[in-house]
């Protein structure tokens, strides 16, 4: 019975472990919210927002052809980078990291949703 326990204790450690690194494909189901502005395909079109494609890792507002707010240009020109971390603060509010920004996206308050999109937006570049 003690090694049975152990054993489950072990199993869920490490399933909640996999499970805070996201899920691609549960991202993929929470981003169909964004798709009325935003692209992830590679060589894909802007839209009402800039493709995602490659965001990950990316230095913010430098997808060519798309017209970025002041406010984005001005944090583009401090060198800011959509870390995951960064795109965890902005996906949980955006006006946390973009005071004056555009997008009328208020955020995501489900953790797990967070993980998932960057999971979803890391698989959606050149590494994925």
Same mark, same amino acid.
């Given at each position: 019975m003690k090694l049975s326990l152990s054993v489950l204790v072990a199993a869920l450690v490490v399933a909640t472990a996999a499970r805070a690194e996201g899920d691609p494909a549960a991202g993929q189901r929470v981003f169909n919210q964004c798709r009325a502005c935003h692209t992830v395909d590679q060589g894909g079109r802007n839209g009402v927002g800039p493709n995602l494609y490659g965001v990950v890792g990316r230095r913010a507002g430098q997808r060519e052809g798309f017209r970025?707010?002041?406010?984005?240009?001005?944090?583009? %020109? *401090?060198?800011? *980078?959509? *870390?995951?971390?960064?795109?965890?603060?902005?996906?949980?509010?955006?006006?946390?990291? /973009?005071?004056?920004? %555009?997008? %009328?996206?208020?955020? /995501?308050?489900?953790?797990?949703?967070?993980?998932?999109?960057?999971?979803? /937006?890391?698989?959606?570049g050149p590494k994925g």
């Open positions: 970025y707010s002041a406010n984005m240009q001005e944090l583009a %020109s *401090t060198g800011f *980078t959509w *870390t995951e971390e960064n795109l965890r603060k902005y996906l949980a509010n955006p006006k946390d990291v /973009l005071p004056k920004g %555009s997008m %009328s996206f208020v955020g /995501l308050k489900n953790p797990q949703q967070i993980e998932d999109v960057i999971a979803f /937006l890391k698989q959606n």
